[in-house]
């Protein structure tokens, strides 16, 4: 099946400084990627949907500004979390597209720790 | 609106007993149905979904689910349980007919299977 490589895996940083999460699907061209987060003993929560070349759709209460989505090609989108918090300490997962929801591919996660 | 209910947060089976992982919804029109699974700090993996047809679908790992239109329901069942099996699993569900909206997740259910 398809392959989606979210990286790093792990990253714990200080307060104030940010931190860029790359999503990339590795064979194949994801038109739509997905980014999630999920606090512990929850569920996904869908942060924003962004689609190649164009900007991000952000769910309601997710600050665009603090959490950077680029997604120049189509096989990579980032997400950077700009001056990061204890309270953005949370499980980062994203998720890759090739034609609909049908089809949909997902990284392995990333654990940020914000000290 | 789209909805998902995962009613119990954590379901324990002795290994070798069948299992039930249960899953109801909540769509206006025709429902896209997924079981995802995943692995402690790990992204999700797909099990199954349902798009149409036969109402019992088969998945990866020994999974099936069986779609119930009339009880809006689509629990996860395998036969025999292992250990192996136990992971959080999640329920998702997206309209057929609103586009590509993004999947709705319920909260998932903690499987745990005790030798």
């Known amino acids: 099946g398809a392959v989606v490589s979210q990286h790093p895996s792990w990253v714990i940083c200080k307060s104030g400084t940010s931190v860029k999460i790359e999503c990339r699907s590795l064979?194949?061209?994801?038109?739509?990627m997905f980014w999630y987060r999920q606090f512990p003993k929850q569920s996904l929560m869908l942060m924003a949907t962004s689609n190649e070349g164009s900007k991000a759709t952000y769910e309601q209460g997710v600050e665009k500004d603090k959490f950077l989505i680029n997604h120049a090609s189509l096989t990579l989108s980032t997400l950077t979390v700009t001056s990061a918090h204890p309270e953005d300490s949370s499980f980062y997962i994203c998720s890759a597209s090739n034609g609909g929801q049908e089809k949909l591919f997902f990284g392995s996660g990333t654990q940020l720790s914000v000290l | 609106a789209q909805s998902v209910a995962q009613p119990e947060d954590q379901v324990n089976v002795a290994e070798g007993n069948p299992l039930t992982v249960k899953c109801t919804y909540s769509?206006?029109?025709?429902?896209?149905l997924f079981w995802y699974v995943q692995y402690p700090n790990r992204g999700l993996q797909f099990l199954l979904k349902y798009i149409t047809g036969d109402n019992l679908v088969k998945g990866s790992y020994g999974f099936e689910a069986e779609f119930n239109k009339s009880q809006t329901s689509f629990h996860l069942k395998k036969p025999s349980a292992l250990v192996s099996d136990s992971a959080l699993y999640f329920c998702?569900?997206?309209?057929?007919?609103?586009?590509?909206?993004?999947?709705?997740f319920g909260k998932g259910t903690r499987l745990s299977v005790i030798a």
């Open positions: 064979d194949f061209q994801a038109t739509t």
């Open positions: 769509v206006s029109g025709n429902p896209y």
């Open positions: 998702a569900v997206r309209d057929v007919n609103s586009g590509n909206t993004p999947l709705v």
